[in-house]
């Protein structure tokens, strides 16, 4: 139900955009979320964007990453600059059917995507 895209290998300080196609269109009002998960490392919350486009960043990526959706495209953007190696992982969104969002703990949402790579050299 969620298709992630724009994954790729980036040098240092670079950008990358990337975005999540929502199958079920219902779901692009409710709370959607970007989560990131390196090698040997827990899946980690970096942002989310509910039903009235309130957003919350990670401390971790704030001032770097921002999230927006497009309802009319079914589409939540993960905007990434000033990219870091340390920012390499598997980049996944996820989907919880809440309009406000419910954090950004991962056992939070019940809808998760296959992923995209981003790799940061």
């Known amino acids: 139900q969620l298709v992630e895209s724009g994954g790729g290998s980036v040098q240092a300080e670079g950008s990358l955009r990337l975005s999540c196609a929502v199958a079920?269109?219902?779901?692009?009002?409710?709370?959607i979320a970007w989560f990131r998960q390196a090698p040997g490392k827990e899946r980690e919350g970096i942002a989310n964007?509910?039903?009235?486009?309130?957003?919350t960043i990670a401390d971790s990526v704030k001032g770097r990453f921002t999230i927006s959706k497009n309802e009319a495209e079914y589409t939540v953007y993960l905007q990434m600059t000033g990219l870091k190696p340390g920012d390499t992982a598997m980049y996944y969104c996820?989907?919880?059917?809440?309009?406000?969002?419910?954090?950004?703990?991962?056992?939070?949402?019940?809808?998760w995507g296959l992923g995209t790579q981003v790799t940061v050299s």
């Open positions: 079920a269109r219902a779901y692009i009002r409710y709370c």
């Open positions: 996820a989907a919880m059917p809440l309009l406000k969002c419910p954090g950004l703990g991962p056992a939070a949402y019940d809808h």
């Open positions: 964007i509910d039903d009235q486009d309130t957003t």
